[in-house]
């Protein structure tokens, strides 16, 4: 998507983030109390203007070896993510789907009459 912006736009094309990095915390480098693998799906300002720079670098120099290399990482993490069990529990996603009682509750006919104490 960002190459056929580029190839449209050419130098009119400014590359940044998408919104202010002022209330984001600073570096995730400094963080000690996180593990790697909680690290490695989080972005503070620093990573942040990193990943954008590298975008920039990517328009310019696609197949360059940081590139590629840190698209190859990038990938890796979301991968690593979606099948984490540590944020897909199979447990809560089994509450989510309609219970035999429920789907039953929901199936059973209605009333043909109200009841005379209900007022219409």
């Not at 912006?5 to 002022?22: I, K, N, Q, T, Y």
């Not at 909680?38 to 300002?45: I, Q």
């Not at 920039?56 to 890796?76: G, K, M, N, W, Y």
Request: hydrophobic fraction near 45%.
């Amino acid at each position: 998507m960002l190459q056929h912006a580029h190839e449209r736009l050419g130098e009119r094309l400014w590359v940044a983030p998408s919104c202010s990095l002022l209330h984001s915390p600073v570096d995730l480098g400094r963080e000690d109390a996180l593990d790697a693998e909680l690290k490695s799906w989080l972005a503070f300002a620093v990573q942040k203007c990193e990943e954008v720079a590298l975008l920039a670098h990517a328009l310019d120099q696609p197949e360059a070896a940081p590139v590629v290399q840190a698209l190859a990482r990038s990938r890796a993490v979301q991968a690593s993510r979606a099948a984490s069990t540590r944020i897909h529990k199979p447990a809560v996603q089994a509450r989510g789907q309609p219970s035999a009682r429920r789907t039953a509750s929901a199936t059973r006919p209605l009333p043909r009459a109200l009841p005379a104490s209900v007022p219409a």
